[in-house]
């Protein structure tokens, strides 16, 4: 039984949460300490390419905001497997003129 719980276990923890989520836990609830973060590191006014940049070397998975209804355009996500949770940190932005109009950014888990 052990070393069949061995691999697992290294596979769950080789999975880190993205740098801009480091230290902050998510929660079953979401919290603003990720949107704050975030809107700290990248504020309104700031290059989209420059966060465009580091969430590609995050590994966030971008594309165009699926809900065209939505006041962003663009949509990032960073999921993390762990043994019975899924965690999820996720930023929505728009940008006009390669400035940054408007961000929000998310983070939660969703456990077993």
């Given at each position: 039984?052990?070393?069949?719980?061995?691999?697992?276990?290294?596979?769950?923890?080789?999975?880190?949460?993205?740098?801009?989520?480091?230290?902050?836990?998510?929660?079953?609830?979401?919290?603003?300490?990720?949107?704050?973060?975030?809107?700290?590191?990248?504020?309104?006014?700031?290059?989209?390419?420059?966060?465009?940049?580091?969430?590609?070397?995050?590994?966030?998975?971008?594309?165009?905001?699926?809900?065209?209804?939505?006041?962003?355009?663009?949509?990032?996500?960073?999921e993390q497997s762990e043994l019975f949770c899924k965690n999820t940190w996720e930023?929505?932005?728009?940008?006009?003129?390669?400035?940054i109009t408007n961000i929000k950014a998310?983070?939660?888990?969703?456990?077993?």
């Amino acid at each position: 039984m052990v070393t069949v719980l061995s691999p697992l276990l290294l596979v769950a923890c080789s999975d880190r949460p993205p740098t801009l989520g480091e230290g902050i836990a998510p929660s079953i609830g979401d919290t603003p300490y990720f949107d704050e973060r975030v809107k700290q590191r990248f504020p309104v006014g700031s290059e989209e390419k420059a966060l465009l940049a580091e969430l590609r070397s995050e590994r966030f998975k971008t594309r165009e905001s699926p809900d065209p209804s939505s006041p962003y355009r663009s949509w990032a996500l960073y999921e993390q497997s762990e043994l019975f949770c899924k965690n999820t940190w996720e930023i929505l932005w728009s940008a006009d003129a390669g400035k940054i109009t408007n961000i929000k950014a998310t983070s939660r888990a969703v456990c077993l």
